[in-house]
């Protein structure tokens, strides 16, 4: 089974500062890695798929890079509503699992 | 509009089932996998499903084989998780979500979550 690590636990920026997320796998996912956001007393919002691919309506200050076991999520410029926790996930093919990462959370500084 | 509204009983006894539901509408619920995720206060995101709501083929996460059922109403596009055997731990936000986007198979619309709590 598919181990997904972030780094760091907690992130502490301010609002314009960039933002880089690590999110390392413990076998190669081969891409299938997806980001989310998530904030309390909302619901997971999907960022990136396929380890680069924006989701509808995302910004352009968020990218997502990486391939093997090794993914980056980077916001280039903090804005307030972006202060939140951020989660990777990935898919193994068989037999169909799905993993998240125990996440990031990005606090204003 | 796209969307999941889910629903369902929120506190539970120890030993007690509970069972969720996830009503799908703004699109073919027949055409996308329903995930099920839920977190623990202070915890990560955990999955713990899938299903596919056209053929019923669902899939487990290890940690809750044997406990856990996900099935559908594709007459009400609604998706159901029963989830027995509850403990303490169960205590958690619950939340369905529609799958399949690129190869990744990310989830991409979330339902809003229902709370469990599980308490003698």
Redesign the interface.
Known sequence: ?VVLTQSPATLSLSPGERATLSCRASLSVS????W?Q?KPGQ????LI???S?R??DIPDRFSGSGAGTDYTLTISSLEPEDFAVY?C???SNW?????????TKVEIK | QVQLAQSGDGVKEPGDSVKLSCKASGYTFTRYDIHWVRQVTGQGLEWMGWMNPNSGETGYGKKFQGRVAMTRSTSISTAFLDLTSLTSGDTAVYYCARGGRGETGALDIWGQGTVVSVSS
């Open positions: 089974e891409g299938r890695l997806a989310y998530h619901a997971p919002r999907l798929y396929d380890a691919r989701a509808t989660s996930q990935q898919r037999p169909p699992t799905w993993t998240f990462g125990q996440g």
